[in-house]
Nanobody, 117 residues
C-alpha cells in the first residue's frame, strides 16, 4: 500500500517560518511529479508548489518568493520551506505524487498549519 505521510505543521506567528516534510518511502521521485497543495473549509484545493523529476519547481502566485520546495532522494522525503508566513497561509497542507506515465496519483492525509496574526 502506497502512503504519503506529512509532518511539521503547527501554530506559528505571522512572519515566522515552518518546514513541512512528506515521507514517501514507496515513491520513486525519478518518475513522479511531486507537489504540495493546501485547502481550507469550503474552498477548492489550491496548488502551492510542484517539483518535477528534473528538479524544475513551480509555485502558486500567493506563495512565490516565500516558499521553497525541495526533495531528498536518498531519504525519499519531500520538503516545503515556508517563510514570512501570513494568516492567509492557514490551511491543511497535502503532499501529492503524480506519475509521469500511466498510473494513479496519491495524496497524503494532510498536516494543518495555523498562522496567527
Amino acid at each position: 500500500q502506497v502512503t504519503l505521510v506529512e509532518s511539521g505543521g503547527g501554530l506559528v506567528q505571522s512572519g515566522g517560518s515552518l518546514r513541512l516534510s512528506c515521507s514517501a518511502p514507496q515513491i520513486s521521485f525519478s518518475v513522479y511529479n511531486m507537489g504540495w497543495y493546501r485547502q481550507t473549509p469550503g474552498n477548492q484545493r489550491e496548488l502551492v508548489a510542484t517539483l518535477t523529476p528534473r528538479g524544475s519547481a513551480n509555485y502558486g502566485d500567493s506563495v512565490r518568493d516565500r516558499f521553497a520546495i525541495s526533495s531528498d532522494y536518498d531519504k525519499r522525503t519531500l520538503y516545503l520551506d515556508m517563510n514570512n508566513l501570513k494568516p492567509d497561509d492557514t490551511a491543511v497542507y497535502y503532499c501529492h505524487a503524480d506519475p509521469v506515465g500511466p498510473g494513479r496519483a496519491f495524496w497524503g492525509q494532510g498536516t494543518p498549519v495555523t498562522v496567527s496574526s
